[in-house]
């Protein structure tokens, strides 16, 4: 049996409440999953679900509360800074906003050429990995002289991508990386993911709000809701006859072509919800 790259054991994780004495505030309330190599699993759920959240806490961008983060066997819960630093070559993170992910200052070889140089690679190896990265993502070698605004969405983050990849980490956190992008350039971002997954062997956290764009990515998928998990399985089984109503909500909110299938949709979904308010007021009279 493969061991977990990544393991979350009832993570916690907590912001500061206002005021001198107010309490912490909870947004993840003892969350568990693991992700192994080679793997993507999704983490599904609402805007405010604390799902970006999960995602920055792997990333030492946020302190954990409770529980532990386990990469590769060692916990990483809490790193030093220097050690937050080394981990950077191991994971690495695509953001939503291919605009405000780059750089405008520099030229997209400068911005990939970076991490590779504060890792003392030289110049010459550096400028060779940029053109194997921008190949990779299916760019041409000269946008590495150009600037980010001179790119289209989708453009920009194929090299946000490749930013990603520039260090061969194991493990990408990839926080709603094609919510931003049209129809068809999504579709196109989302078949370079599974290219380069197929081809690297890295695995993937990959969060959205969007139960369809989770299902055509993840082998296993991980949903959310108000900070808690409440479903957690395989990719089909999770995204085609959900267990928990909050995940069959979902996936009547995703919206498909056919005119007539999305008003039945909209339909059960309102049953759905009064169904479980229903629900609700008989637990509370019990």
């Known amino acids: 049996m493969t061991e977990p790259l990544l393991k979350v054991d009832d993570l916690v994780v907590e912001y500061p409440g206002r005021g001198m004495r107010a309490k912490p505030i909870r947004i993840v309330h003892g969350v568990s999953f693991d992700i192994k190599p080679g793997e993507t699993v999704g983490l599904v759920g609402e805007s405010g679900s604390g799902k970006t959240t999960i995602g920055r806490a792997l990333l030492g961008l946020v302190p954990v509360a409770g529980g532990a983060v386990t990469f590769a066997g060692e916990d990483i819960s809490h790193p030093t800074k220097r050690r937050r630093r080394e981990l950077t070559r191991d994971i690495q993170v695509v953001y939503q906003d291919p605009y405000s992910s780059l750089n405008p200052s520099l030229t997209i070889g400068d911005s990939l050429t970076e991490p590779m140089i504060m890792r003392r690679t030289s110049k010459a190896e550096a400028n060779a990995r940029v053109k194997e990265l921008l190949d990779t993502v299916g760019l041409p070698a000269d946008a590495a002289h150009r600037m980010p605004r001179e ?75 108000r900070g808690e998990l409440v479903e957690w399985g395989d990719g089909d089984t999770v995204t085609a006859t959900p267990q928990h109503p909050y995940t069959q909500r979902l996936l009547l909110a995703s919206p498909v072509p056919d005119p007539l299938a999305q008003q039945q949709r909209r339909a059960d979904r309102l049953r759905l919800k009064e169904i479980q308010a229903q629900q609700r007021e008989q637990a509370g009279a019990a």
């Not at 990959?206 to 299902?215: E, G, K, M, P, Q």
């Open 151 to 225: 790119f289209s969405g989708g453009q920009r983050q194929r090299i946000a991508i490749a930013r990603a990849l520039a260090l061969d980490p194991k493990l990408i956190v990839c926080d709603e990386p094609v919510s931003a992008l049209d129809l068809s350039t999504q579709a196109r971002v989302l078949e370079l993911f599974l290219e380069i997954q197929e081809r690297t062997g890295v695995a993937y956290l990959f969060i959205s709000h969007d139960l369809a764009v989770v299902r055509e990515m993840s082998h296993r998928v991980a949903v959310l809701y």
